[in-house]
């Protein structure tokens, strides 16, 4: 249905030591995106960490408006971990379809941006290694979120994938 639950956990890497849990509940409607601000916000006050007004900035930011391109970024990134795990390609072709109807809905969605990027920089990896095409969609993330780490992981990923590791 519509209820969504998130639990968060602090563990002790090393021990394997349970420090901390705390569960929220909420409803995926379009309020998700001030569920995630109210839940990160929760879970920073639990812990005493202090938020300064440039994070409490960030917290408010929405990456996006719009569910339905949130939903298809979300199932276009899970194509793509499919692709990772088996190599099918219908995978692949799955994501990019996802992150093109994710951008139709808001052109201006910078993780769709992101997953474009990332998926056409997957299929250089294994064709052309030309990566012209998945570094525009890395610029245009960042141009669009400047903020926003997956813009700028992707284009370090392509710059170690053409040798360019002093770009990275």
Do not use: C
Not at 92 to 119: C, Q, R, T, W
Not at 150 to 168: F, T
Request: hydrophobic share 35%; net charge negative.
């Amino acid at each position: 249905g519509e209820d969504i639950r998130i639990t968060t956990q602090l563990i002790d890497v090393k021990t394997g030591d349970h420090h901390w849990s705390e569960t929220y509940d909420g409803n995926y409607t379009q309020k998700i995106f001030d569920f995630q601000s109210a839940v990160a916000r929760k879970v920073a006050s639990s812990l005493n960490v202090i938020i300064n007004p440039e994070e409490e900035k960030r917290l408010d930011k929405k990456s996006t408006n719009e569910i339905m391109a949130f939903d298809l970024y979300w199932q276009g990134m899970d194509m793509v971990d499919n692709y990772t795990y088996t190599s099918e390609e219908k995978y692949l072709e799955s994501a990019n379809v996802l992150f093109e109807k994710a951008l139709v809905i808001d052109p201006d969605y910078a993780l769709a941006m992101h997953g474009k990027g990332h998926a056409l920089k997957i299929k250089a990896d294994k064709t052309s290694r030309n990566y012209d095409s998945a570094m525009v969609y890395a610029d245009r993330a960042i141009l669009l979120d400047p903020m926003n780490m997956e813009g700028y992981g992707l284009k370090a990923s392509i710059y170690v994938n053409q040798g360019q590791r002093d770009l990275a």
